[in-house]
């Protein structure tokens, strides 16, 4: 099992740049989250989906973040545009359940370090 | 306010010590709280999972108790290794889920 995948490891960009980042799940997971951690805020979560349909985008910070997911083995954080407080890592975790009722692990990629100048 | 609170910030034990990490919640409804070890440049990895009625759930030499009455969990690790340097993160799930700021461990030879 390869786990989750992530890329790019690292993205440098300029602001007001467009940004998107890739994570593959582990098969036959149904749920996928994306997080994001900062020294200042910690993890926070943005979003996650459940069988491929966004759940709660509650932690969206504002409209310049989407996300995707096509199918089950892919979806997409985009940053458009971006700004320099959205440098952050960002994290994709994918698990068997949900948030709540539930004792299966969530497995996260290695993250994607995004600096925006 | 954070609603996980955890202790101490940072700690530092010399290889082969026992250690113990705190987190503190007043997330209401509960459903679980879980122990992560993120090493640094990594993404966290799951240590345990507990729901309400579990006090006690190991994982090696990582052992978690819960008390859901006094809304308090601790992170025991034996015989520290000089791997078991990391940031160790607490998440408690009701309605939502909340993440503890995390304890920087550091083993030291």
């Known amino acids: 099992d390869a786990g989750v995948i992530q890329s790019p490891r690292h993205e440098v960009t300029e602001m007001g740049q467009e940004v998107t980042l890739r994570c593959k799940p582990i098969?036959?997971?149904?749920?996928l989250f994306w997080y994001r951690q900062t020294m200042m805020r910690g993890l926070e979560l943005l979003i996650y989906?459940?069988?491929?349909?966004?759940?709660?985008d509650s932690g969206m910070p504002e409209d310049r973040f989407s996300a995707k997911m096509p199918n089950a083995s892919f979806s997409t954080l985009k940053i458009q545009p971006s700004e320099p407080r959205d440098s952050a890592v960002y994290f994709c975790?994918?698990?068997?359940?949900?948030?709540?009722?539930?004792?299966?692990?969530?497995?996260f990629g290695d993250g994607t370090r995004l600096s925006i100048l | 306010k954070n609603q996980v609170e955890q202790s101490p910030q940072s700690l530092i034990i010399l290889e082969g010590k026992n250690c113990t990490l705190q987190?503190?919640?007043?997330?209401?409804?509960?459903?679980?709280l879980r122990w992560y070890k993120q090493d640094t440049g990594r993404g966290p990895v799951s240590l345990t999972i507990?729901?309400?009625?579990?006090n006690t759930k190991s994982n090696g030499r990582y052992t978690a108790t819960l008390d859901a009455d006094t809304k308090q969990s601790s992170l025991h690790i034996t015989a520290s290794q000089l791997s078991d340097s990391a940031s160790y993160i607490c998440?408690?799930?009701?309605?939502?889920?909340?993440f503890g700021a995390g304890t920087r461990l550091t083993v030291k030879p």
């Open positions: 987190c503190n919640y007043t997330v209401s409804p509960f459903s679980n």
């Open positions: 989906f459940n069988n491929n349909v966004p759940i709660d």
């Open positions: 998440v408690v799930s009701g309605n939502d889920m909340r």
């Open positions: 507990m729901t309400f009625s579990e």
């Open positions: 975790a994918s698990s068997f359940s949900g948030l709540s009722y539930s004792n299966q692990p969530q497995h």
């Open positions: 098969s036959g997971h149904d749920y």
